[in-house]
């Protein structure tokens, strides 16, 4: 039995015990390292001795990507929430409004516009954290509408995605935002704009065979497990044991599939560079200060 319990009255009780909150150390799920939570957020959820690359929300993402942390949010166009009144152990409608609260956005794509190393930029940030990313009506409108605000505006469309694919609570009405998707990135190519993807863990499903494999070019993040069926589907079919890594950005780019693969934290000045050069854009002048 615990004296503390037991003995000291409550009140003195509470100042002798501190709670320590559950998310002030965070565990690498490769290596086994320990993180202070801030020293994490600090290194864009990319643990420092591993390398490992965590789950970065789409918020954190924006701020570390435009010039500053300053950009504007673009609102996605409306849609039917529930076309098909799906429900399952629980309501569709329940499921979005739970994903709402814990993201803090209206769906899985967040849209925004801003500078990117001084250079105007439109952009997509998939959450996986919102019902695994998928792609429904208003996730594929929100991509839609990002590409339709680069044709109007003469800027670089980046995306970066992560999903499990279509969202099976919209049946037929998801699957059809994969040529929809498709048709506005022809868009972009017939206006000769730069579609660059970031591939991130994970990118699979629908997703991956449509808009994430039609960039300009296309980057990853290390380990990130990018493809169509599950790797376990696939096994199970052609009755083989897959190769070691299969499915994961750095055998993706060994054998021609990915153009490069870049840690997080050089993220910006890549794709910086790429928006100069797909644009022909003169490199800014050194800053100064």
């Given at each position: 039995m615990n004296w503390i319990s037991n003995v000291v009255p409550p009140k003195i009780r509470s100042f002798l015990r501190r709670e320590t909150p559950e998310n002030l150390w965070v565990k690498c799920p490769e290596s086994g390292q320990l993180v202070?939570?801030?020293?994490?957020?600090?290194n864009l959820m990319v643990?420092?001795?591993?390398?490992?690359?965590?789950?970065?929300?789409?918020?954190?993402?924006?701020n570390s990507f435009f010039d500053e942390g300053v950009y504007e949010e673009i609102e996605a166009p409306e849609t039917l929430s529930d076309p098909l009144k799906f429900r399952d152990v629980k309501r569709y409608a329940e499921?979005?409004?739970?994903?709402?609260?814990?993201?803090?956005?209206?769906d899985a794509v967040t849209l925004a516009h801003g500078k990117l190393v001084r250079q105007h930029v439109t952009v997509a940030v998939q959450d996986f954290a919102f019902q695994g990313g998928?792609?429904?009506?208003?996730?594929?409108?929100?991509?839609?509408?990002?590409?339709?605000?680069?044709?109007?505006?003469?800027?670089?469309?980046?995306?970066?995605?992560?999903?499990?694919?279509?969202?099976?609570?919209e049946g037929m009405f998801a699957l059809m935002q994969m040529p929809r998707t498709t048709v506005a990135v022809q868009r972009l190519r017939a206006e000769k704009l730069p579609y660059i993807v970031v591939l991130t863990n994970p990118t699979t499903g629908g997703?991956?065979?449509?808009?994430?494999?039609?960039?300009?070019?296309h980057i990853a993040e290390p380990g990130a497990v990018i493809g169509f069926a599950g790797a376990r589907v696939i096994e199970q079919t052609i009755r083989e044991r897959l190769p070691e890594g299969f499915q994961r950005a750095e055998y993706l780019k060994t054998h021609g599939m990915v153009d490069m693969v870049v840690p997080r934290?050089?993220?910006?000045?890549?794709?910086?560079?790429?928006?100069?050069?797909?644009?022909?854009?003169?490199?800014?002048?050194?800053?100064?200060?």
């Open positions: 202070f939570h801030k020293d994490l957020e600090a643990v420092p001795g591993s390398g490992y690359h965590m789950a970065i929300g789409a918020k954190a993402r924006l499921r979005l409004k739970e994903n709402r609260l814990k993201t803090g956005a209206p998928t792609l429904g009506i208003a996730a594929g409108e929100a991509i839609i509408a990002g590409m339709t605000y680069a044709v109007e505006r003469r800027t670089p469309f980046v995306i970066f995605t992560a999903s499990g694919g279509a969202r099976m609570q997703v991956t065979a449509s808009y994430a494999m039609l960039g300009d070019v934290p050089q993220l910006r000045d890549v794709i910086a560079r790429l928006c100069r050069l797909l644009t022909r854009a003169e490199s800014p002048a050194p800053s100064l200060s």
